[in-house]
């Protein structure tokens, strides 16, 4: 197939849906429009009002959505949509379909961000095109997962890294990790219970408690206020940062990505200007006698919004050009 199948690549957010064409691995940003998901009963229809809105006629089709992904078929978390290849082919007419989980699109799309798109926090000796890479979503939720290249395709197996126990290592840490047990989770708290946009709200309602206050403000206020400098919010946002960072220490010293640390995610959008002020690398390379060896992975903040739309878009070009 040409390098330059079009194609029609969808992104499912919580409250709309971005629709794109693409020319192979690149998305026309010229052809994205937004529809709101109330309006619709599924992803078919939204596919069916694009494509007769701009008479496009694709040979390819791929969505990205928020939740598992089981042999062509997604339920999403936040929405009773039921997304199948089958349905895509139907509502599209494309040959070649896919359905991807949220995050295999943000880890496919970062070989193919170009410099506008990312932020380097932590420069890096460059690796080749195929070495391992991570990405570390912190938005509604928080997960990880690595980014592989095997035969032309980029593999982004699931993971659930977002639950795993909270890495405590100082008093303060324990103090808030049992107070998130007691006021809100009521069991043990996994990390996503603190790096998240509703973890944000808990650290910052915890610091508020520390001084004998009950508030419980969202996370929109708390960003504000950080950037106003109120001490809370501010201690709040050093206390996630810190917590990020050691997680991002740990995945690299799990999965080797020498290829880059790929930082995604609403809650890294808003801290990603702040985050080496706030202690994110000494956090990241605080290793013992293993500090010198973190110095061998890069560390980037994804600013591009269309990312996953990328994903979506270089994703079928890689089936298209696999070997039959």
């Known amino acids: ?18 629709v794109a064409l693409a020319h192979g691995t690149k998305v026309d940003t010229g052809s994205i429009r937004r529809y709101r998901n109330a309006e619709s009963d599924g992803i078919e229809p939204i596919l069916r009002a694009y494509l007769a809105e701009t008479g496009a006629r694709p040979q390819a ?19 009773p949509w039921r997304v199948a290849a089958a349905g895509l082919r139907e509502a599209t007419g ?25 932020a380097t926090l932590i420069e890096a000796p460059a690796a080749g095109p195929g070495t391992p890479r991570l990405v570390v979503n912190m938005g509604t939720g928080l997960n990880a997962q690595p980014v592989l290249k095997r035969r032309g395709l980029t593999l982004v197996p699931p993971a659930e890294a977002g ?20 006021h809100h989770t009521h069991t043990t708290p996994g990390l996503e219970d603190l790096l998240s946009g509703r973890g944000f709200e808990r650290v910052h309602s915890w610091c508020c408690a520390e001084e004998g206050e009950s508030v419980a403000l969202p996370a ?6 950080f950037q106003a400098g109120e001490a809370r919010a501010v201690r709040a946002a050093r206390i996630v ?17 020498v290829g880059g640390i790929y930082l995604v995610g609403g809650v890294i959008r808003h801290l990603g200007p ?51």
């Open 241 to 257: 940062v810190r917590l990020l960072g050691r997680y991002a220490g740990d995945l690299a010293l799990i999965t080797l990505p």
């Open 94 to 118: 494309a040959t070649t379909v896919s359905v991807l989980n949220d995050m295999q699109a943000q880890g496919v799309a970062v070989g193919h961000l170009d410099g506008a798109g990312l």
């Open 61 to 79: 089709a791929c969505v990205d959505m928020a939740g598992p992904v089981r042999d062509g078929v997604g339920t999403l978390t936040n929405l």
């Open 1 to 18: 197939m040409p390098h330059a199948t079009l194609a029609v690549v969808a992104d499912i957010g919580g409250t709309n849906t971005r």
């Open 274 to 324: 702040h985050l080496n002020g706030l202690g994110f690398v000494d956090a990241f390379r605080d290793k013992g006698r293993f500090a010198p060896f973190m110095e061998q992975f890069a560390v980037h903040v994804v600013a591009d919004d269309y990312a996953a739309l990328t994903g979506c878009a270089v994703h079928l070009d890689e089936l298209l050009r696999e070997p039959r």
């Open 220 to 225: 929109s206020e708390i960003f504000a206020a």
């Open 163 to 182: 639950h795993v126990s909270i890495p405590v290592q100082t008093q303060e840490e324990l103090r808030l990790r049992d107070w998130v047990a007691e």
